[in-house]
Antibody, heavy 124, light 108 residues
Framework: QLQLQESGPGLVKPSETLSLTCTVS??????????WGWVRQPPGKGLEWFGS???????NYNPSLKSRVTISVDTSKNQFSLKLSSVTAADTAVYYC????????????????WGQGTLVTVSS | EIVLTQSPGTLSLSPGERATLSCRAS???????FAWYQQKPGQAPRLLIY???SRATGIPDRFSGSGSGTDFTLTISRLEPEDFAFYYC?????????FGQGARVEIK
C-alpha cells in the first residue's frame, strides 16, 4: 500500500525558506509510471497546486509561485521535496504531497494518493 | 489561468436525496483532464472522478461525473451519511492546474 508522509518545520519565520520533504513508502519514486507534486490549503480555504515533478526530473510549476518554488527528487531516499523562499503569512497552510499516474504517451491522471498533510505556519 | 467556479456553495440535503454539484470553467477544459475530489475536515482530498466521468478505484457507483467544454457536474444519486463533505472540481490539462473554490454538502 503506497503511503506518502510529509515532514518539516511547523513554524517558519517571515522572509525565510520553507522546506518540506515527502517520504514515499510502498512504491518507488523513480518509477516512470508516476509523477509527484505538492498542493497546499490555507486554513478554511481551497486547494492550490504548487507544481509537479516527473521521474525524468522535469518540473512544472505554478507560474504564480514559480519564482519562489523548487521541487526536487532524491531517489536514493525515495523522497521528494519542496522549497518555498521568501515566505509571508499568506503562505500559512496545510501542505500536501501527492502522486499521480503518468502514461508513456504523456497523458496524466490527477493525484490519486495524498499524504495526510502538514500545517506550516509563517510567523515571527 | 483557467478559473473554476463551483455552485452552489452549500447544498443542504437529507440522506437518501440526490446531490448535483456544478463546476463552470472560464475556458474550455478537455474532458480527459477534469476531476472531482471529496474532502472531509482534517483529511486529505480523495479522488472521486477523473477524465470527467471515470470513477476512481473504490468509489461507489452512486457518484457520477458528466459534462464537457466549460460545464461539468458531479452527481451523488443517493446521499449516504459519509457523503456529507466538501467537494472540489479540478482541471489538470492546462498549467497552472487549478481547483474550484469548493462546495459543501451538509445535512439538512
Amino acid at each position: 500500500q503506497l503511503q506518502l508522509q510529509e515532514s518539516g518545520p511547523g513554524l517558519v519565520k517571515p522572509s525565510e525558506t520553507l522546506s518540506l520533504t515527502c517520504t514515499v513508502s510502498g512504491g518507488y519514486i523513480s518509477s516512470s509510471n508516476y509523477y509527484w507534486g505538492w498542493v497546499r490549503q490555507p486554513p478554511g480555504k481551497g486547494l492550490e497546486w504548487f507544481g509537479s515533478i516527473y521521474y525524468s526530473g522535469t518540473t512544472n510549476y505554478n507560474p504564480s509561485l514559480k519564482s519562489r518554488v523548487t521541487i526536487s527528487v532524491d531517489t536514493s531516499k525515495n523522497q521528494f521535496s519542496l522549497k518555498l523562499s521568501s515566505v509571508t503569512a499568506a503562505d500559512t497552510a496545510v501542505y500536501y504531497c501527492a502522486r499521480g499516474p503518468l502514461y508513456s504517451s504523456g497523458w496524466v491522471e490527477p493525484f490519486d494518493y495524498w499524504g495526510q498533510g502538514t500545517l506550516v505556519t509563517v510567523s515571527s | 489561468e483557467i478559473v473554476l467556479t463551483q455552485s452552489p456553495g452549500t447544498l443542504s440535503l437529507s440522506p437518501g436525496e440526490r446531490a448535483t454539484l456544478s463546476c463552470r470553467a472560464s475556458q474550455r477544459v478537455s474532458t480527459t483532464y477534469f476531476a472531482w475530489y471529496q474532502q472531509k475536515p482534517g483529511q486529505a482530498p480523495r479522488l472521486l472522478i477523473y477524465g470527467a466521468s471515470s470513477r476512481a478505484t473504490g468509489i461507489p457507483d452512486r457518484f457520477s461525473g458528466s459534462g464537457s467544454g466549460t460545464d461539468f457536474t458531479l452527481t451523488i444519486s443517493r446521499l449516504e451519511p459519509e457523503d456529507f463533505a466538501f467537494y472540489y472540481c479540478h482541471q489538470y490539462g492546462s498549467s497552472p492546474w487549478t481547483f474550484g473554490q469548493g462546495a459543501r454538502v451538509e445535512i439538512k
